[in-house]
């Protein structure tokens, strides 16, 4: 894939799901931390906003039901991760 | 996911991080294997979530190993040392570790005791730190070592997460409550 702007976008969602991960993590040993109950709905928010924008540009993300496609199916023309 | 340029060599090293004893489809199936028999929520929620993270990292480590072999035919091949790897895959992953033993649920133990278990999981997280460490020493590219750093370091943070909840786990024994061979029971 040599689109720049395709791959700046899948970047930051990737770097605003880590931040999920992290965090969810750390809430499973820390549920009662309320700002890091924050920083997480934080980061959701930002994902829905981040993943709403790509998938808009260049189709679904995610399959089984996640996504809405265009016509023809979009989820086969999707980018694979280990050739990006 | 980039590697600056193939290194088949280097791919017969890392390949032991998708199927070997310490690598990631070993760590995922351990820990969404082990879930079922958690005592609490929170123990059930970190299992899961970890599993899922490591089936992730299986996936990177899949996307390096594809890319370090990118264009290597049969020569490259013998010449890296690891042309059974092409007569019987060629350009198709397997799950085995780095002297080609092939992935075994022996690499796997599930006592169904958490403490026996999550005892178990902090270890496996010290193994794949420690051989990321190795893996980090054998590569000058500095794309991958920034992949396999990545990957080291989840493996420092999974296992304090498990220090965790093994804490709570021998607390709420402490507390008041003993663990029969399947469940635990009020004191
Ligand atoms: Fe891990």
Redesign the interface.
Known sequence: MNCEKQLAMLKRIQEMEFVAVELNLYLDTHPCDEDAINDYNCAVDALCKLKKEYEEEYGPLMNFGFSYSDKPWQWIESPWPWEM | ?RVSCPDVKFAKMVITQYGGPDGELSASLRYLNQRYSMPFN?AK??LT??GT?ELAHM?MI??LV??LIQGADCEDFKAAGWEGQYVQHDHGLFWTDANGVPWTAKYIAALGDPITDLTEDMAAEQKARTTYEHLIECTDDPCVKDTLRFLWEREV??FQ?FG??LN?VNEYMGKCHIWNGHKFEKK
Do not use: G, Q
């Open positions: 996911m929170k929620a970190l979530d970890i993270e996936e899949a996307a594809y890319k943070v999974h997460r965790e909840m709570e």
